[in-house]
Antibody, heavy 119, light 107 residues
Framework: EVQLLESGGGLVQPGGSLRLSCAAS????????MSWVRQAPGKGLEWVST????????YYADSVKGRFTISRDNSKNTLDLQMNSLRAEDTAVYYC????????????WGQGTLVTVSS | DIQMTQSPSSVSASVGDRVTITCRAS??????LAWYQQKPGKPPKLLIY???SLQSGVPSRFSGSGSGTDFTLTISSLQPEDFATYYC?????????FGGGTKVEIK
């Protein structure tokens, strides 16, 4: 059974940093691209970042480029998102998601972790 | 960036009704479009990929159609568990983008 478990969310001040992690199990982690997708309170879904299975290619939304860094450790089956220079508009539930096959869409999602950026 | 426009933003329907949601892309996607269902406090659930392929385990009352820029999600006979918000997502190119969502409410 595929499981994705996010951690690391919390309250942080504007300009601060936070690191999210996602522990994956139940599939061959290194074979699949992984992504972070977020959802601000009461709003729609926003793609944040994707990293390919071998970690060789990364992609970012313009809204986070230069501030967020996605990474993975295929030996530990973990996905991370380092978030720096956080802004109020980064407040959201952050979901870890597994790509379906080689497609740019997601067949499994974690339960999400809430990040609140506020003073 | 590819903009995704969903309509309607909300729809009121009764159990047994046929419900249709549309999604329009600002550029051609071929068939690289997915549909998700999301219930409050839960992560999204993949329903349809490649515009018309039903994800494993999803009831056959859900169907998708379209190609290019215009796509449709149809629920043939609405069930109580289908009341939720539905999102389309273009899977053609980065940055990946979602439609604004359609909330299906009880009439």
């Amino acid at each position: 059974e595929v499981q994705l478990l996010e951690s690391g969310g919390g309250l942080v001040q504007p300009g601060g940093s936070l690191r999210l992690s996602c522990a994956a199990s139940g599939f061959t982690f290194s074979s699949y691209a992984m992504s972070w997708v977020r959802q601000a309170p009461g709003k729609g879904l926003e793609w944040v970042s994707t990293i390919r299975g071998n970690g060789g290619n990364t992609y970012y939304a313009d809204s986070v480029k230069g501030r967020f860094t996605i990474s993975r450790d295929n030996s530990k089956n973990t996905l991370d998102l380092q978030m720096n220079s956080l802004r109020a508009e980064d407040t959201a539930v952050y979901y870890c998601a597994k790509s379906k096959e080689w497609l740019r869409l997601w067949d499994y999602w974690g339960q999400g972790t809430l990040v609140t950026v506020s003073s | 960036d590819i903009q995704m426009t969903q309509s309607p933003s909300s729809v009121s329907a009764s159990v047994g009704d046929r419900v249709t949601i549309t999604c329009r892309a600002s550029q051609g996607l071929s068939s690289w479009l997915a549909w998700y269902q999301q219930k409050p406090g839960k992560p999204p659930k993949l329903l349809i990929y490649a515009a018309s392929s039903l994800q494993s385990g999803v009831p056959s009352r859900f169907s998708g159609s379209g190609s290019g820029t215009d796509f449709t999600l149809t629920i043939s006979s609405l069930q109580p568990e289908d009341f939720a918000t539905y999102y389309c997502q273009q899977a053609n190119s980065f940055p990946l983008t979602f439609g604004g969502g359609t909330k299906v409410e009880i009439k």
